[in-house]
């Protein structure tokens, strides 16, 4: 699905472009990573999340990063946000927008809801427009290199275990959602009308991906990985 972050695609533009971010030092910008989060953490301006986001954007845009995958991309966090907020909302007080009359209550907006879910939005939003910055400017090796060092052994091997296992979820979701697409389903149409089929598919996709990370392991062991970051003559 093209809503999903391709990774394959992430980890091309991480290893292949040449550009000036390419070449900043992958812990600067971990660094600032880890400003940005605590940044949109403290702060609920939205003068300040608006500059950010924009100022995010624009690195984004200079590094030579496809925007518009960037924004197709957005559509999980979208959910993701709409979905923990959607309720909250509706029990803001302040000056009333618009209700939504329903049987035995009545459902208002205010401006304070309002403020609340865009402000959300903009923090996820500027959280996931720089971790893909990251990824996609900074080679494996690096970002593998910057692994070992944070976290002692094995968790270092777990972590990058659980990266590398991540590109195989989310590979498998999209070959699943091609073919439940190519038999007449979709995302929004297997939610709202085949919910148990997509259930099944998500079920699926775990299990298959537990089943290629096991061969990916075996596989390793077979050419002398023995888990202590090394391989055996």
């Known amino acids: 699905s093209e809503h999903i972050p391709d990774l394959d695609l992430i980890t091309s533009y991480a290893e292949r472009q040449d550009s000036f971010f390419s070449r900043v030092s992958p812990w600067t910008k971990f660094f600032m990573l880890i ?28 590094a030579g990063l496809p925007l518009k995958k960037l924004f197709q991309w957005y559509t999980m966090p979208v959910i993701f946000v709409f979905s923990l907020v ?19 209550f009545t459902l208002t907006l205010t401006d304070n809801g309002l403020l609340l879910f865009v402000t959300l939005l903009l923090k996820a939003l500027i959280s996931i427009s ?13 970002f593998s290199g910057m692994i070992y060092r944070l976290f002692p052994e094995p968790l270092d ?37 085949q919910g148990k089929l997509f259930a099944e598919v998500a079920g699926l996709v775990f299990i298959r991906s537990f089943e290629r990370a096991e061969r990916v392991n075996k596989a390793m062991v077979a ?11």
């Open 35 to 62: 400003l940005i989060v605590l940044m949109i953490t403290l702060t609920r301006s939205l003068v300040i999340l608006t500059a950010l986001y924009g100022l995010i954007l624009l690195v984004y845009w200079l």
């Open 86 to 104: 959607g309720i909250m909302i509706w029990t803001e007080p302040g000056t009333a927008l618009f209700s939504i009359p329903l049987p035995g």
């Open 130 to 142: 720089f971790s893909l910055f990251f990824l996609m400017t900074t080679r494996y090796e690096h």
């Open 157 to 193: 091997q777990i972590f990058l275990m659980a990266y590398r296992f991540l590109f195989l979820t989310l590979a498998m979701t999209g070959s699943l959602l091609k073919a439940v697409r190519s038999r007449g389903g979709g995302l929004i149409h297997s939610i709202r009308v």
């Open 223 to 233: 050419r002398g990985y023995h888990g202590a970051g090394s391989y055996s003559a």
